[in-house]
């Protein structure tokens, strides 16, 4: 079965703080995606990153940074210099692809307030 | 470029009512899905389809049906509305390949009473 596991329901940290959120999945199989998205206040859902099961490199975009382990299952994201504009929930995904069509698996999220 | 809309983008139904939530997409995507978000909880597929004419069950599909007679469109239909249905409602739609994000609507936000 595949799962995502967010244990951090809610996170505040002040401004210019830096913030890791977790992610931990489950998976038996040997090939899959997992992505990042943001849902800020107005609602809708942002693309953040996607990393697929072969590639454990590290990326870092702007101040937004992502640690992918196998080993330990997990694919957390690190906000450095955290701001406001950052407060939002976000969700981390599971992609597989079944027989047909492409199976995102989401997290319960975890709701990041950011106080100046 | 709209890409995925949706509408309505609120909507409040009695009990047994139905429904259908639009969803159109113009990137040309083949996959198109529907998700429901429940407070505090992330987001459940529904249905989804690879390419017109062709639907599939997600996790929850109860209570719901879709059709995909265009590229463009896929509809998802409350054909006996109940409480348990309240949610927000996200349609997704994206290229094929395991590893394409799907990008999503702004979301219904839907209310059975």
């Known amino acids: 079965a595949q799962k995502v596991t967010q244990a951090q329901t809610e996170i505040s940290v002040v401004e210019k703080e830096d913030v890791t959120l977790d992610c931990v999945y489950e998976t038996r199989d040997t090939t899959y995606y997992l992505f990042w998205y943001k849902q800020p206040p107005s609602g809708e859902l942002v693309f953040l990153i996607r990393r697929n099961s072969f590639d454990e490199q590290n990326e870092i975009s702007g101040r937004y940074s992502w640690n992918f382990q196998k080993s330990t299952s997990s694919f957390n994201f690190t906000i450095t210099a955290s701001q406001v504009v950052d407060s939002a929930v976000y969700f981390c995904?599971?992609?597989?692809?079944?027989?047909?069509?492409?199976?995102?698996?989401f997290g319960t999220g975890t709701s990041l307030t950011v106080i100046p | 470029n709209a890409g995925v809309t949706q509408t309505p983008k609120f909507r409040i139904l009695k009990i047994g009512q139905s429904m259908t939530l639009q969803c159109t997409q113009d990137m040309n995507h083949n996959y198109m899905y529907w998700y429901r978000q429940d407070p505090g909880m992330g987001l459940k597929l529904i249905y989804y389809s690879v390419g017109a004419g062709i639907t599939d069950k997600g996790e929850v599909p109860n209570g719901y049906n879709v059709s995909r007679s265009t590229t463009e469109d896929f509809p998802l239909r409350l054909e006996l509305a109940a409480p348990s249905q309240t949610s927000v409602y996200f349609c997704a739609s994206s290229y094929p390949g395991q590893n394409q994000p799907q990008h999503f609507g702004d979301g219904t936000r839907l209310s059975i009473l």
């Open positions: 995904a599971l992609g597989r692809r079944p027989n047909t069509g492409n199976q995102f698996y």
